[in-house]
Nanobody
């Protein structure tokens, strides 16, 4: 499975962006999907995750209430709607796929496939 993240860009603080993750080369319909981000000089961190059936979503405390993860299995797409953006949201955002359910969903090492990342820059 290949993952392609897109939708990043430059936005002012308080603005919104929607990131997309397109899967190809296989189906992600039974995979849980996640978003991570890495800011300059920092380690990559968990942002959000969605179950394969969309029944449950999970968020980092830092984005809860501002970001929404969703998916469209028919299109092999995963989205991250980001509202009320802050300068501290500036990072490269990565989508990832986990083939099996993981209790430790915020750990990078449970994910099997990764996209290449898309840059999000929030100006204050």
């Amino acid at each position: 499975v290949q993952l392609q993240a897109s939708g990043g860009g430059l936005v002012q603080a308080g603005g919104s962006l929607r990131l997309s993750c397109q899967a190809s080369g296989g189906t992600i319909n039974t995979y849980d999907m996640g978003w991570f981000r890495q800011a300059p000089g920092k380690e990559r961190e968990f942002v959000a995750r969605i179950r394969w059936s969309s029944t449950f979503t999970y968020y980092a405390d830092s984005v809860k209430g501002r970001f929404t993860i969703s998916r469209d299995n028919a299109k092999s797409m995963v989205y991250l709607q980001m509202n009320s953006l802050k300068s501290e949201d500036t990072a490269i955002y990565y989508c990832a796929a986990d083939k099996v359910y993981s209790l430790t969903y915020d750990r990078e090492d449970v994910y099997d496939y990764w996209g290449q990342g898309t840059q999000v820059t929030v100006s204050s």
